[in-house]
Nanobody, 123 residues
Framework: QVRLVESGGGLVQAGGSLRLSCAAS????????MAWYRQTPGTGRELVAS???????IYADSVKGRFTISRDNAKNTVSLQMNSLKPEDTAHYYC?????????????????WGQGTQVTVSS
């Protein structure tokens, strides 16, 4: 299977910056999309930023202009640079990868999740 490990969360004051990183490892045939989601207690998981292997990015309206997603396809990593953080950005952030494995074959894409990392922005 595919394992995702996030790092970089923490506590920061409003207006500050944090950089989240995620590394994928395991039985990977090909990773298609890598993305960041976030979730607060009592709410569903929402997409923050997404980046397919071919390039291009998708951002939630709430983070446009403040967050930047990047990835290294050779290293199977994805990062999220978060600037001008606001208290409402406080959440548990999850890394997601849509990938195929040797077991599933190239035509089957599966969704994998990391354990997440907490980001807390104080006012």
């Amino acid at each position: 299977q595919v394992r995702l490990v996030e790092s970089g969360g923490g506590l920061v004051q409003a207006g500050g910056s944090l950089r989240l990183s995620c590394a994928a490892s395991g039985d990977i045939l090909r990773i298609n999309t890598m993305a960041w989601y976030r979730q607060t207690p009592g709410t569903g998981r929402e997409l923050v930023a997404s980046m397919p292997s071919g390039g291009g990015t998708i951002y939630a309206d709430s983070v446009k202009g403040r967050f930047t997603i990047s990835r290294d396809n050779a290293k199977n990593t994805v990062s999220l640079q978060m600037n001008s953080l606001k208290p409402e950005d406080t959440a548990h952030y999850y890394c997601e990868a849509v990938a195929s494995t040797p077991r599933s074959g190239p035509r089957v894409q599966q969704q994998f999740w990391g354990q997440g990392t907490q980001v807390t922005v104080s006012s």
